[in-house]
């Protein structure tokens, strides 16, 4: 089984990526294959809404996401990281999740050849804030989470947490100890 990481940041070393990578840790202690997509480091246009992918779950835009999409129908399930900027997730991390469209109909069902893949897929979420108040993060958690009801998907939860300075996290035990739990829980049937 696969654990897919998703790294909404664009700062590698951060406090994002250092959640994340304990996250993985936790799933390849349970027994998982994992693997990391630095959305940064791709691609990714936003979507442009001409409904092409409705009729044939084919993506119209040429770019990165293609690929991705793939890795998102072969993982067991997702763990997807990212700081919060300006109250919502980057705009590397909006980008990936609004390109999701591809996987759905016009009436926003799976698309029948996407739904055997998708059906059950685990969902989880990382959120890191500047601001000691971790809800400030709740939009976040808000998106990714009504996703996974809208799809059926199982939500494994989110770990919210707060640190500023490139690294700070490391020095949160409680932080590192929620995204290798929820790794683990990623990975455990």
Known sequence: MKVLGIMGSPRIGGNSD???GHALAGAKEAGAEVEIVILDRKRIAGCKDCMKCNKMGVCAIKDDMAEIQKKILDAYAIIHSTP???WTMTA???AYLDRWCVFFDADWRWQKVYYP???GKRIG???VCGDTNIHTADPIVHSFKSTADMTKMNWLGAVMTAAAAKGEIVNNADALRQAFEL????ATP
């Open 18 to 20: 250092i959640l994340l």
């Open 84 to 86: 919060v900027y300006f």
């Open 92 to 94: 590397q991390m909006k």
């Open 117 to 119: 893949k998708m059906r």
């Open 125 to 127: 979420l990382i959120t």
């Open 183 to 186: 790794g683990k829980k990623a």
